[in-house]
């Protein structure tokens, strides 16, 4: 065990990803091979930092740590700093990432095998960057360096998703990713302008006005309904499963995406006060969470539900901590990263196999692919809310929130969310891994080797066993934690239960046939139609084109165009005033006199 | 004689030299023009010399009358580069200025 | 006294000579003969930065000689802060600029004259400090302008000329020559209105020095103030690319040469926006706090407008032409919101822009040498042959909509905290949606010329950079970064310079 000052670890954590991905982008991107093993001792150097930092901080929670240097003057005085800061929260959010990045990046040694080694190099490079920026973010001492992480995740989370960019559907999520995201980083700029107008700093600490608070917590939120992809800036995240498949686990599922709830988690003093914010956020958290849900299920493309399933769940979140349970929301952060990577490193073991995320050609795989299989239904289940996996304890403890503020709705709408999500796990179980397989690829398939059996089986350990360090976690946060069996909680464990049943009932046995209720169907094709997604483009293409268009031909025929008049009237008027250059010398000697006869006649009598 | 019919006579003989100037095509018509302005102004000059006493104004004049010469060189040298390339001196028809 | 400054300003002017005496054959000569006098002007501004004094500030390295004593004409020069900054500005620019038209093929001589003397002209209005010696500076950068682009620049019928073709056929709309004209004539009635306020405060200030200082120090009538600053606005805002005197910038921009079109948008839209600030806003503090609310709310419109208008263009070189008129907005908003950090972003997003567009414009130009069109349209799946290209080009719109990390998130965080503390805050709102905006449009031409299927086979002489382009490409693309992450290396001397001025002003603009 080395022993080297918690600031040392945090740098090593925080700077080896960065140097790995400059190395790699100037000298390594021609051999893939040697990319990957530079990005992945990085990031496990990070992962043994973070894990050490952790260890430290179990010891004596209470501790933190903060260091600082000036990064903007202001007449001479500092306007910015940047730094690390080192505390429970911060490190936990380090473990995750880390753990989660190593694990994905040790998947991806397998999965992206059959990318070209260029391809391959450029893969681990952005890997290595997002592995910076995100620990960028969450070492932040104050806003703006967590902003400076936010943004720079925001643009590897594109590089990623427009991996293949040559084909057009990827290079269209991609940006679209970063336009969304974008729309919603407005609402954090101008948060942080006003923060540091009204506080003097970017600190969340910071005690404001109860107005400016409400400003203040209310643009940031706005960034945070589109980075972790709420309503009606979920848009993107379905989308962006355009990426490769372990992007998609890493970042649009356990860490990048939950950075929007890391950000309410650590500037929560501001957050706390305003609390027409966190109502705000209780009611669109929960919303989110049923919406998402409902049209998770009827997606026929394994990725997809695994995408709205996130959003889903990042609502349970918000809603958590709109209610006021930091706790609950950081919890079900940490054990949601954990199913959900393993839910999509899962995923794309069958899509590595099948070759096609579509449910539809899938089928009987639990014959062929056990490991998988077995890693899978663990991380399903999970998400399910069944007792015993991580899943369980925090929306048990989400819901249990919720119960005792007496926010009825939102608790109604997650309840809900809660059957549905599993219901529709039920269902990708029992479309994917059981009944018969339904086209020849799902036949031939098997699992993957040890780099991709590996992470699975980490994680649906993690999935298994996170759960129980909660009340751990909680001292770690500074926040309690005690379990028991209340009635949300034994009604919530039921209707995941009951959500189960029914796929089974409908997918495996095939005892209730969904095509049997009349009032399901509106709702399918609703959730179907992709409403939200198609009232942004119609917004982006008629309306901010419109705009634009009309601005760029007021800009080239009228504002230009009166130039341009002014040009031609010029060129019109000369060459009218040219006749009066006859080239006559005996008209100019004439102008010549009378001109003198005038000027003379002026002198005399003017 | 009074200064009154010395000034009389000059502007006549301006005048006559305006007309010319106005009134003639032919290059050399116009320059005689010239020259007659250029002398009523001469007359002027050492008129009012002869009247407020002092030669200035004569000594003037001469300096003047040699620049005419001057200028009638100049003028005439123009008259001929003008024949040597239109054959012709007429000034109306050298309109290659006209906008 | 030393000299270091005289040699900045004469190094470009020596190698132009030079240039004369070499013979049009000897092409390598040519090229390394500016590129000697360019990398000493360079080296010089590394020098001067080196040897400011950041405790001490004000004018340094000051250095005098007297041109006409009796009407207090002096060649005065001495840098400040903001100075500083902008020589190294342009100091970057033009190695860079240089190095990115090694391929020229056409009189490369008379090119690298012109371009050589310009470049002697926008150093000498940096470090000038006598108002006629500025002004004879200023005149010296826009002149040799419109031979550049009118002989070297590059005519294409961009512009579909719609209701109103029998005008734009008597003008010859999206020629060169059209350009170079529209250009010039623009800028010389900017100029004629700067001289106008000049010869005003000339005469107002005792009619006995042009210097800076002494002119500064007069407390000029309110009246003055209050024509005089407009003229100066619109003066040196023609050439800043101010709100509705931009529209030579698009045409300027697309028609003129590479390293026209990085030198003009990268460094000679700064002399604009540097003369408002400076001399402007300095000498006449009462007329800048009267008409801020004016010269903010054209900025904002600037900011929006350009953006959008960057948005609808389907011509490469007019999208990067029409973001420098929404990035100029970005200056003048900072220094229409006369507050600390505006100030500091105002002249910091000079800097970041300056850097950032020449990066741009020397990308277009190299993608414009090989795809021999400028249509995004016809354009697709590029980076497949020129990756390195891409990459340069996409870092360059990073910095463009204001990404961390890169020089241009600084310098508008900056002048977006100080709109917000300025005395109309909701400039701050659509100075934000501009750079939302930005990233629209920026994304959106990485996307189309160099991501998805393709390039179609009608693109054969695609190739990455190659040789000097590479140099070009990697001085202004690695100093994107630094001073990205280390913003202290140019903030430090403007942070310097920005209070005493601003002070002089908030005083001087006192009832």
New interface residues.
């Given amino acids: 065990m080395i022993v080297l000052p918690p600031l040392v670890w945090a740098l090593l954590a925080l700077f080896c990803p960065l140097l790995a991905a400059i190395f790699i982008g100037l000298f390594a991107r021609y051999s893939g091979r040697f990319s990957s093993w530079l990005s992945l001792a990085a990031v496990l150097t990070s992962l043994g930092a973070a894990i050490t930092l952790l260890r430290a901080q179990l010891a004596r929670p209470e501790r933190f740590l903060e260091e600082t240097v000036?990064?903007?003057?202001?007449?001479?005085e500092t306007?910015a700093e940047l730094g690390i800061r080192l505390d429970g929260t911060s490190i936990t959010m380090l473990v995750v990432v880390t753990a989660v990045a190593t694990l994905v990046q040790v998947f991806s040694l397998e999965y992206m095998q059959e990318e070209s080694s260029h391809a391959f190099g450029r893969y681990f490079g952005y890997h290595s960057l997002f592995v910076f920026s995100m620990n960028l973010l969450v070492l932040a001492p104050n806003l703006l360096q967590l902003?400076?992480g936010w943004?720079?995740v925001g643009?590897t989370s594109?590089l990623l998703i427009?991996f293949y960019?040559?084909k057009?559907s990827a290079?269209?999520a991609?940006?679209k990713a970063?336009?969304m995201t974008?729309?919603a980083d407005?609402g954090l700029?101008?948060g942080?302008?006003?923060l540091?107008?009204h506080s003097g700093g970017f600190s969340w600490t910071a005690t404001l006005t109860p107005e400016v608070a409400t400003w203040v917590s209310g643009l940031l939120f706005l960034a945070v309904m589109g980075k972790s992809a709420q309503f009606p800036l979920h848009v993107w995240l379905p989308d962006a499963m355009e990426g490769p498949t372990p992007v998609s686990a890493l970042l649009h599922a356990a860490t990048m995406v939950a950075a929007g709830v890391y950000l309410i988690v650590r500037t929560f003093p501001l957050f706390e006060q305003a609390p027409d914010t966190l109502t705000v956020m209780t009611y669109l958290g929960a919303f989110t969470a049923l919406f998402a849900a409902v049209i998770a299920v009827v997606q026929t493309d394994i990725k997809k539900v695994l995408a709205y399933s996130t959003c889903s769940q990042l609502g349970y979140m918000i809603a958590a901590l709109g209610a006021g349970s930091v706790m609950a929301g950081y919890f079900h952060l940490t054990t949601h990263a954990c199913f959900k990577a393993l839910l999509f490193l899962g995923a794309g073991a069958v899509i590595h196999a099948v070759h096609s995320n579509e449910l539809s050609k899938m089928g009987g795989l639990s014959r062929s692919m056990k490991l998988t299989t077995v890693t899978f239904v663990i991380g399903a289940l999970a998400l399910a809310g069944v007792p015993g996996l991580a899943g369980f304890f925090s929306k048990d403890l989400i819901l249990e929130t919720l119960y005792e503020k007496r926010l009825w709705v939102p608790l109604g709408l997650l309840l809900a969310a809660a059957g549905l999500t599993a219901f529709y796990m039920g269902r990708v179980v029992l479309l994917a891994f059981f009944g018969e397989p339904r086209s020849r690829a799902a036949e031939h398939a098997h699992d993957g080797d040890a780099a991709m059996s590996a992470p699975l089986i980490a994680l649906a350990v993690a999935t298994v066993g996170v759960g129980y360090a909660a009340s751990r976690f909680a001292a770690l946060i500074g926040a309690s934690y005690a379990f028991h069996v209340g009635p949300v909680g034994v009604l919530g464990t039921a209707l995941g239960l009951g959500g189960l049943a029914l796929a089974y009932m409908v997918y495996g046995s095939g005892a209730v046939r969904l095509e049997s209720f009349a009032l399901l169907a509106p709702v399918g094709r609703l959730a179907r139609s992709g409403g939200v997604d198609r009232a942004w483009q119609y917004g982006f293409r008629r309306i901010?084109?419109g705009?634009?268009?009309a601005?760029?031909?007021i800009?080239?025929?009228v504002?230009?165009?009166?130039?341009?008049?002014l040009?031609?009237g010029t060129?019109v008027l000369a060459r009218r005033?040219?006749?009066?250059?006859?080239?006559?010398?005996?008209d100019y000697?004439?102008a010549v006199?009378v001109g003198t006869i005038a000027l003379v006649a002026w002198g005399l009598y003017g | 004689m009074p200064l009154t019919s010395v000034l009389l006579l000059s502007m006549a003989l301006f005048c006559i030299g305006v007309f010319g100037v106005l009134s003639r095509r032919n290059a050399i018509g116009i320059l005689l023009g010239v020259e007659l302005m250029a002398n009523a102004v001469n007359i002027n000059l050492v008129a009012f010399s002869r009247f407020q006493g002092g030669v200035v104004g004569q000594v003037f004049a001469v300096f003047a009358i040699a620049l005419t010469v001057a200028e009638v060189v100049v003028g005439l040298a123009l008259v001929i580069l003008l024949y040597r390339s239109r054959k012709d001196v007429r000034v109306d028809e050298a309109n290659a200025l006209s906008g | 006294m030393t000299h270091w400054l005289s040699l900045i300003v004469a190094a470009p002017a020596v190698a132009a000579l030079l240039l004369i005496a070499v013979p049009a054959s000897a092409r390598l000569l040519v090229r390394w003969v500016s590129l000697a006098g360019a990398l000493v002007s360079l080296f010089g501004s590394i020098e001067v930065a080196r040897q400011y004094d950041t405790v001490a500030g004000g004018l340094q390295l000051v250095e005098s000689y007297p041109v006409v004593p009796s009407l207090g004409i002096h060649l005065t020069l001495a840098v400040d802060g903001w100075g500083v900054s902008l020589l190294l500005l342009t100091g970057i620019i033009i190695v860079a600029g240089v190095m990115a038209t090694w391929t020229l093929k056409d009189r490369e001589k008379e090119f690298y004259i012109f371009l050589l003397v310009l470049v002697a002209g926008v150093f000498g209005v940096f470090v000038s400090q006598d108002l006629f010696i500025f002004f004879l500076f200023y005149e010296i950068a826009v002149l040799p302008m419109y031979l550049l682009i009118g002989i070297w620049g590059s005519s294409q019928a961009v512009t579909e000329a719609g209701p109103f073709r029998y005008v734009w056929k008597v003008l010859d709309i999206g020629g060169k020559q059209y350009a170079a004209m529209k250009l010039t004539l623009m800028l010389l009635v900017g100029s004629a209105f700067i001289l106008a306020a000049m010869f005003g405060l000339y005469v107002a200030a005792g009619s006995s020095s042009f210097d800076l200082a002494h002119l500064g120090s007069v407390k000029y009538d309110r009246t003055l103030q209050l024509w005089a600053f407009p003229f100066l606005w619109l003066g040196f805002g023609s050439l800043a690319g101010v709100f509705p005197f931009h529209t030579w910038s698009p045409d300027g921009h697309a028609s003129a040469p590479t390293a026209v079109s990085m030198l003009h948008a990268g460094v000679l839209m700064k002399l604009g926006a540097f003369g408002i600030m400076r001399v402007g806003m300095v000498l006449l503090p009462e007329g800048a706090l009267t008409w801020a609310p004016l010269v903010g709310g054209v900025a904002v419109v600037n900011i929006v407008y350009g953006a959008l208008s960057a948005m609808s263009q389907k011509d490469l070189k007019y999208i990067i032409a029409y973001s420098s008129v929404s990035h100029m907005g970005i200056v003048l908003l900072g220094a229409a919101t006369l507050t600390p950090n505006g100030w500091n972003g105002a002249v910091y997003q000079m800097f970041a822009h300056g850097i950032m567009t020449g990066l741009f414009f020397a990308l277009v130009g190299l993608v414009y040498e090989r795809a021999h069109t400028r249509l995004i349209g016809k354009m697709g799946g590029f980076a497949r042959v020129m990756p390195g290209v891409a990459v340069f080009f996409t870092l360059a719109g990073l910095s463009s909509l204001g990404l961390p990390g890169t020089a241009g998130f600084v310098a508008e965080l900056l002048v977006f905290l100080g709109a917000y503390q300025s005395a109309h805050s909701w400039w701050a709102i659509p100075a934000i949606l501009g750079a939302f905006i930005t990233a629209v449009y920026v994304l959106r031409a990485v996307r189309a010329i160099f991501w998805g299927k393709g390039p179609s086979r009608e693109f054969s002489e695609l190739s990455d950079a190659r040789g000097t382009e590479w140099a070009a490409l990697w001085i202004l693309g690695l100093s994107l970064i630094a001073f990205g992450v280390w913003p202290d290396l140019i903030l430090v001397f403007i942070d310097r310079t920005t209070p005493d001025y601003l002070l002089l002003v908030l005083a001087g603009g006192a009832p």
Avoid: C
């Avoid at chain 1, 504002?559 to 008049?565: A, K, P, Q, S």
């Fill in positions: 000036r990064w903007l003057p202001q007449g001479g306007l902003f400076l943004e720079l643009l594109y427009g960019w040559r057009p290079a269209r991609a940006v970063f336009w974008k729309l407005m700029v101008l942080l302008v006003v540091f107008t901010a084109l705009i634009a268009a601005v760029g031909f800009d080239r025929y504002i230009d165009g009166f130039m341009n008049f040009g031609w060129i005033l040219r006749r009066l250059q006859t080239g006559n010398v005996s000697v004439l006199v």
